[in-house]
């Protein structure tokens, strides 16, 4: 079954955005964009972050695409909503091990980061690689699946 992706940036992660929306659309992926629609700085990454990984974590969207300057700020964010595995990756072998042990089901990208392969090239590994399903991999998400439970209760 196809896969239907959220995305979202910052300010900062604004261009690459739209950068990539061109790249889903060409390959055929559904998507939708939770902005920011715009380059005004006022445009923060925990929104955005926040909105994204919303979409995946109530099972409307299979995977998320989070983009701020460094990728750093809206995988923090993204981070903090039950169910998600954000992952930075800046090149294929990143992308690649992100799915294949961690699941990371939001992939955070940064537009202010060089990277040495194309971005259609991290953007394809990522989507087309599956969890490997292996029972190492499953005991350490399911570890973490166990320390989001054990703080759901903390007052911040
Ligand atoms: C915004 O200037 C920048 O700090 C933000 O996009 C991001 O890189 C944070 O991690």
Known sequence: M???IAIGSDHAGFELKEEIKK?????????????????????DYPEYGKKVAEAVSSGKYDRGI?????GIGISIA???????????????????????HNDANVLALGGRVKTQEPISDILTVWLETPFSGDERHKRRINQIKEIEKSKSDVKC
């Open 78 to 100: 993204a981070n903090k909503v039950p169910n998600i595995r954000a992952s930075v990756a800046y090149n294929t072998e990143m992308a690649k091990i992100s799915r294949l």
């Open 23 to 43: 790249i889903l659309k060409e390959k055929g992926y559904e998507f939708t964009d939770f902005g920011a629609k715009s380059l005004d700085p006022q445009d």
């Open 2 to 4: 196809a896969l239907k």
């Open 66 to 70: 989070a983009i701020c300057g460094t």
